[in-house]
C-alpha cells in the first residue's frame, strides 16, 4: 500500500533486491475499515511478478467469501479480522483447506480474550499497533501489553507474532527481544526515508536480533 505505484514492477526488483522476507498486501472495503486498496489486479501483477511471497491482510467483512480468490494466486498467508467475520473458525479453517497459513489480526481495542479460543487454529496473529486502514498513523503504546500476553501464550498455541503499524527502528529494537517473529514495514520505518531500501532493511536487521520474517 506504501509503495510508488507509478512503477510498481520497480519497487517489486527493489525490495526483493533489497533482502525483504515477504510482501503485505493491503486489502480494505471502505466498510470495515474507512479507506479502500489494494484491488485484486494489484494482488494478481505482485504475486506474478515477484519471487519473495506474498501475505494478505484481509481488512474486510465477509472474509470467508474471498479466501479461495487470493489462496489460487498463491498467497502463502491471510489474515483475517474476527470482528469482521460472523464465522472466524470457519474462515480459518477454510484458509488451511485452500493451502495458505491462517493468520488472526487484531485491532489495537480487541482484547487477547476475544480470539484465545481461536489461536489454535492460527499459524500467525498479526498484532495491529494503529487502527487499521491508512499508513502514517502513531504508534499505540498500550498495545505492548497485548503482544506480551501474546507472546505468553506463542508456546501453547504455536502461531508467530508480527507487528504491524508505525514500526520504526525503535520499536522493532524495543519488541524483537519481547517475543515478535516479524515486522510490517510501511512509511515510518521502510518508505520514503530517502535511502535505499537495502540500507534501511540492513538497519533494521542489526536491530532485531535473531528476528526474522
Keep these: 500500500m506504501c509503495a510508488h505505484f507509478g512503477n510498481l514492477a520497480h519497487e517489486v526488483a527493489e525490495l526483493e533486491a533489497a533482502g525483504i522476507d515477504m510482501f503485505h498486501l493491503d486489502v480494505m472495503d471502505g466498510r470495515f475499515v474507512p479507506n479502500f486498496g489494494m ?50 473458525a470457519r474462515t480459518l479453517l477454510k484458509i488451511a483447506d485452500a493451502g495458505a497459513a491462517p493468520g488472526i489480526a487484531i485491532n489495537p481495542g ?62 522493532v529494537e524495543r519488541l524483537a527481544p519481547r517475543g515478535v517473529d516479524g515486522f510490517v ?13 537495502g540500507e534501511v532493511i540492513a538497519e533494521l536487521r542489526s536491530r532485531s536480533g535473531d528476528c526474522r520474517r
Excluded: W
Design 39 to 88: 484491488g485484486l489486479q494489484d494482488i494478481e501483477f505482485i504475486a506474478a511478478h515477484a519471487t519473495k511471497p506474498a501475505d494478505v491482510h484481509l481488512m474486510i467483512e465477509d472474509p470467508g467469501n474471498y479466501v479461495e480468490k487470493f489462496a489460487k494466486l498463491g498467497i502463502k498467508v491471510i489474515y483475517t479480522h474476527p470482528e469482521a467475520d460472523y464465522h472466524p
Design 110 to 171: 480487541t482484547p487477547v480474550e476475544a480470539i484465545e479460543p481461536l489461536l489454535h487454529l492460527a499459524q500467525y496473529v498479526l498484532v495491529m499497533t494503529v487502527n487499521p486502514g491508512f499508513a502514517g498513523q502513531p504508534y499505540l503504546s498500550f498495545v505492548d501489553e497485548k503482544v506480551d500476553r501474546l507472546a505468553e501464550l506463542k508456546e501453547r498455541y504455536g502461531y508467530r507474532i508480527v507487528i504491524d503499524g508505525a514500526c520504526t527502528a525503535a520499536v
Design 185 to 197: 514495514l510501511g512509511t515510518k520505518g521502510l518508505f520514503g526515508r530517502g535511502k535505499p531500501y
